[in-house]
């Protein structure tokens, strides 16, 4: 059974950091692109980042360049986000996603289909 782990989430003022993190588990993790993405309240689910399975190309949406960045380590199963100067408008649920074909662009990345997805961590910006 496939699980996509995240956490890292919490409250956070404005232009403060997080690292969020998703643990993956019964899949071989180093065959899948993973990717993150976010849903505020009353807005739907949007791409943030994304990474391909060999960690050598990152694709991000424009609202989060120069700010976020995206990583994983295949010895360990995770994907991490790192996020800072963080925006009160950065409030949302952030979900860990991951494709068996993986990313090529940044718009491929927001329209594709995802394999699997996670249960979702809360970040919470303050102004």
């Known amino acids: 059974q496939v699980q996509l782990v995240e956490s890292g989430g919490g409250l956070v003022q404005a232009g403060g950091s997080l690292r969020l993190s998703c643990a993956a588990s019964g899949l071989t993790f180093s065959s899948y692109g993973m990717g993150w993405f976010r849903q505020a309240p009353g807005k739907e689910r949007e791409f943030v980042a994304a990474?391909?399975?060999?960690?050598?190309?990152?694709y991000y949406a424009d609202f989060v360049k120069g700010r976020f960045t995206i990583s994983r380590e295949n010895a360990k199963n995770t994907v991490y986000l790192q996020m800072n100067s963080l925006k009160p408008e950065d409030t949302a649920v952030y979900y860990c996603?991951?494709?068996?074909?993986?990313?090529?662009?940044?718009?491929?990345?927001?329209?594709?289909?995802?394999?699997?997805w996670g249960q979702g961590t809360q970040v919470t910006v303050s102004s």
């Open positions: 990474i391909r399975w060999s960690g050598d190309r990152q």
């Open positions: 996603a991951a494709r068996r074909f993986g990313f090529y662009s940044s718009s491929h990345a927001s329209s594709v289909v995802n394999d699997y």
